[in-house]
Structure formats: C-alpha cells, structure tokens
C-alpha cells in the first residue's frame, strides 16, 4: 500500500485570517502549499491576500468572510 505524501487541512471559518499548525513548518514543504477556498452565502469575491509564514490572510469585497477552506501541503522526504 502506497503511503500519501501529503497534508491537508480543512474547515469552515468567518475570519479573515487562518493559522497553519506549528508542527507543518517541520512536517510540510510549505512552498508547496495549496489553498481551495468555497465562500458560503452571497458573492464575496474572496481569495487569499497572503501567506506569510504559517499565517494565510483573506480578503473579501467587503463582505464578512463565510467560507470552506481544505489547504493541502506535500510532506518533506525525511529520508533524503
């Protein structure tokens, strides 16, 4: 059986702001970071600001932020 090389997180938040786990910066390859967001509710035209360390910012075009995020990140070869 073949073991993921992968991460994910998931959630739903109102926060303009979502924190990674401290234990991915040892874990993940956060250059490989990946981030799928689903609003909820009216057209909020939201996407991610920055990512800036563990830290992921969102922006909305005024609205609060409702969404569903799943962010996804490669797990570092330890072995090499």
Same mark, same amino acid.
């Given at each position: 059986?073949?073991?993921?090389?992968?991460?994910?997180?998931?959630?739903?938040?109102?926060?303009? +702001?979502?924190?990674?786990? +401290?234990?991915?910066?040892?874990?993940?390859?956060?250059?490989?970071?990946?981030?799928?967001?689903?609003?909820?509710?009216?057209?909020?035209?939201?996407?991610?600001?920055?990512?800036?360390?563990?830290?992921?910012?969102?922006?909305?075009?005024?609205?609060?932020?409702?969404?569903?995020?799943?962010?996804?990140? +490669?797990?570092?070869?330890?072995?090499?």
């Amino acid at each position: 059986m073949i073991e993921p090389n992968f991460e994910f997180l998931h959630g739903r938040t109102t926060k303009k +702001e979502i924190i990674i786990p +401290e234990s991915w910066e040892e874990d993940i390859d956060m250059d490989s970071i990946t981030i799928h967001l689903t609003q909820v509710g009216a057209n909020q035209d939201l996407r991610v600001k920055r990512r800036q360390g563990r830290e992921i910012t969102l922006d909305t075009n005024g609205l609060p932020v409702d969404c569903y995020y799943m962010i996804i990140g +490669e797990l570092l070869d330890k072995d090499a």
